[in-house]
């Protein structure tokens, strides 16, 4: 259960960040709701995340929170707001795929 909240946590973290990148785009009242989705995504991200390293530890419970957070942020780019998807992009996002596995692997 407590990798499923990391996860989730996670994920809290890509929509929060997915929010900002909205919130950029819109303007007025517009902005101001993908802003208010930004602060509630952290806010559940941030809660999630408190509660699993309660039983995690903590430096492997914030790598893999972060990375599920660069690595969901870098695919909402790619493909929401159609940044560029270069190779070495995608290599280097593939090795932090792996890194992140391996840190669940080697932690009890």
């Not at 969901?72 to 932090?96: C, H, N, Q």
């Amino acid at each position: 259960m407590k990798w499923i909240l990391l996860i989730i946590a996670g994920l809290f973290e890509v929509a929060f960040a997915a929010c900002l990148g909205k919130a950029k785009e819109e303007s007025g009242a517009i902005a101001n709701y993908w802003y208010l989705g930004f602060l509630v995504c952290l806010t559940i991200s941030m809660v999630l995340l408190v509660k699993v390293t309660q039983v995690l530890p903590i430096g492997t419970a914030y790598a893999v929170w972060t990375g599920i957070g660069a690595v969901g942020t870098v695919l909402v780019g790619i493909f929401v707001f159609k940044e560029p998807a270069s190779f070495w992009r995608l290599f280097f996002l593939t090795t932090l795929i792996t890194s992140i596995v391996g840190l669940k692997l080697v932690s009890h």
